[in-house]
């Protein structure tokens, strides 16, 4: 639901030999007894996941255990959540793998769609994943956090004095018209609602606070010069001056400034902003939930899954980040700094936002 499949940083995947680095040092993930369990092949497993970047970065960590284990893994791409669970709907045991966010395993969930999990057998993830991250209130024992791709915006520090830092911000008449805002209600409501310090997930069905809600989002949209459907619009608007600021993607940003925008920064405003994760989930329907979990296991080491969180250009909480994981523009160090939608309460209330939105956007 706040999905863009075009979202990702550009920045090209270079497979770097990791296992030679390593001198070796990438333990064996104890395929004994993984390989063909569930009844499934024991020579390739499928995997759906987002396109582009995302999709390449995958690909790279997954060659490592693939080198290994002597398991090919074959890749898919799709636009998003309502794809990914059409595809696995309609292929039952065809994918092994795939990458939902929060709203995909809701509504995965809803449908019993999912496997369970045995942490247990992913000693990797348990040891390198932040618990604070890996215990999302949304995972219940069917999904692997990876990482949270933040809805902040970017902001051009040449053409403005303000060190800006919140919500607020984006409403000084100096960017009167030069404000491009996305044109998606859920995740406009969400930061309207950071912005007045409000729970996104105590809005609906409390009229007053969508009564404020509703006057936060008319005052953003005081600025607006326009509203973006497509994150690569966001970016267009920085790099050509039309936006002096543009609520975008993080990793989006990093891709602006690795092509020389070095004064384009981006900003997790104070209160927090809409959140998109990247999780790992199983469909109940594959044959090869063992050697699926010996996969996870296996990318979670932590140079593997390090190097896969740069490659990607998002933040993979892991226990003392590295330099090149605190660098990225989308890192914090905690889960409380953003907002995380409890799905079975906002949901409902979607269609409502979506009519307000358009109100909000007609004047």
């Not at 999905?3 to 990791?18: E, F, H, L």
């Not at 209600?185 to 007045?196: P, Q, Y």
Request: glycine share 10%; with cysteine.
């Amino acid at each position: 639901m706040f999905g863009d499949s075009a979202r990702q940083s550009t920045r090209s995947v270079n497979r770097r030999s990791v296992l030679k680095t390593l001198g070796g040092g990438i333990a064996a993930t104890g395929l004994a007894g993984c390989l063909g369990g569930g009844g499934g092949s024991a020579d390739t497993i499928r995997y759906l996941g987002w396109g582009g970047n995302t999709q390449d970065s995958a690909r790279t960590a997954f060659e490592y255990w693939t080198e290994e284990s002597g398991v090919e893994v074959e890749h898919q791409s799709a636009g998003g959540d309502s794809e990914f669970l059409s595809i696995i709907r309609e292929n039952p045991g065809e994918i092994d793998l795939f990458m939902p966010t929060s709203f995909g395993v809701y509504t995965a969930r809803q449908e019993d769609l999912l496997a369970d999990i045995n942490y247990d057998d992913l000693p990797n993830y348990q040891e390198n994943v932040k618990q604070d991250w890996a215990d999302r209130p949304y995972i219940e024992d069917d999904a692997v956090f990876r990482d949270a791709l933040t809805q902040g915006y970017a902001y051009n520090t040449e053409e403005t004095d303000i060190e800006m830092s919140t919500w607020d911000d984006i409403k000084a008449d100096e960017f009167q018209d030069s404000l491009g805002l996305r044109d998606q209600a859920t995740s406009r409501v969400t930061n309207a609602a950071a912005s007045l310090g409000m729970n996104i997930n105590d809005v609906p069905g409390n009229s007053d606070a969508v009564a404020q809600v509703r006057e936060e989002l008319a005052a953003q949209n005081e600025n607006t010069f326009g509203y973006w459907g497509a994150g690569a619009e966001s970016i267009r608007w920085l790099r050509e001056g039309t936006a002096t600021v543009a609520e975008t993607w993080g990793g989006r940003t990093r891709a602006l400034q690795e092509e020389g925008f070095g004064e384009i920064e981006y900003v997790i405003p104070e209160g927090g902003t809409s959140t998109i994760t990247e999780d790992w989930a199983i469909p109940a329907s594959s044959e090869n939930q063992d050697l699926v979990h010996d996969l996870l296991n296996h990318v979670f080491q932590r140079d593997i899954i390090v190097e896969l969180s740069d490659n990607t250009g998002y933040p993979v909480p892991v226990q003392d980040p590295p330099e090149v994981i605190r660098n990225l523009p989308d890192y914090t160090e905690s889960p409380d700094d953003l907002m995380w939608v409890d799905w079975g309460t906002v949901d409902p209330a979607v269609s409502d936002w979506q009519q307000m939105f358009q109100e909000v956007k007609q004047g």
